[in-house]
């Protein structure tokens, strides 16, 4: 099989992103060949390589969608300081992609940026909305928020504080208010919660903190 044949192959497949071994039993080849293979479609420019054995189908992808192809099998949703930014709550962005999976916390450094995934229990795995038309998720103001907060508690340095914050125009605070109410620890919860309505007392009438 040639290397056109097999790019052709790969282009016809419906996914941004393709691992080494699910590119071995497309051409019917070993994975060492596989890898082989890969490597010089990437070395003339026809895919990227994320990190090992996962493979960028479209250069011009936004590294926001990839996040699923990362976190497999666990699910995973953009959130925290790039959803904020997403949503316009925030101005300041953010370098790292943040990302919040039932997957353990861990940090990918790819070649097209850096992912941080952060862990949460599956009853708290929520609050998201499609992201750009395809398998990626992003979290909705609200739990971005709340997200935000609840990870306050974690030794990272990335949670002490925002930079100025401004709720969009449609924030709904007792939706976020029932996101954190799903917290299962009393004492995290009511401090999301306890946060938020600090948050609702301080905001302006134009959205902003005072």
């Not at 060949?33 to 493979?55: D, E, F, I, Q, Y």
């Not at 750009?132 to 935000?148: C, H, N, R, S, Y």
Request: contains cysteine; aromatic residues 8%.
């Amino acid at each position: 099989m040639s290397l056109n044949e097999a790019l052709a192959k790969l282009r016809a497949m419906p996914t941004l992103v393709v691992r080494t071994n699910d590119a071995a039993a497309l051409w019917n080849v070993s994975r060492a060949t596989a890898s082989t293979m890969l490597a010089r479609l990437a070395r003339v420019g026809h895919l990227t390589r994320l990190v090992r054995g996962l493979w960028l189908l479209d250069r011009q992808a936004n590294p926001w969608t990839l996040h699923p192809y990362l976190s497999d099998p666990s699910p995973s949703y953009v959130s925290l300081q790039t959803a904020l930014f997403h949503h316009g709550m925030i101005e300041q962005i953010p370098t790292t992609i943040h990302l919040v999976s039932t997957a353990k916390t861990r940090t990918a450094k790819t070649t097209v940026g850096t992912y941080a995934i952060h862990q949460v229990v599956p009853d708290f795995f929520c609050g998201f909305e499609p992201l750009a038309g395809g398998p990626a998720q992003i979290a909705t103001p609200e739990k971005a928020l709340v997200d935000f907060f609840y990870l306050r508690q974690t030794r990272s340095r990335s949670f002490r504080a925002l930079p100025e914050l401004e709720l969009p125009k449609g924030f709904r605070m007792q939706r976020a208010l029932g996101y954190a109410k799903l917290i299962a620890s009393d004492s995290r919860r009511q401090m999301v919660i306890e946060l938020l309505r600090l948050t609702q007392l301080i905001m302006s009438p134009s959205g902003r903190l005072k």
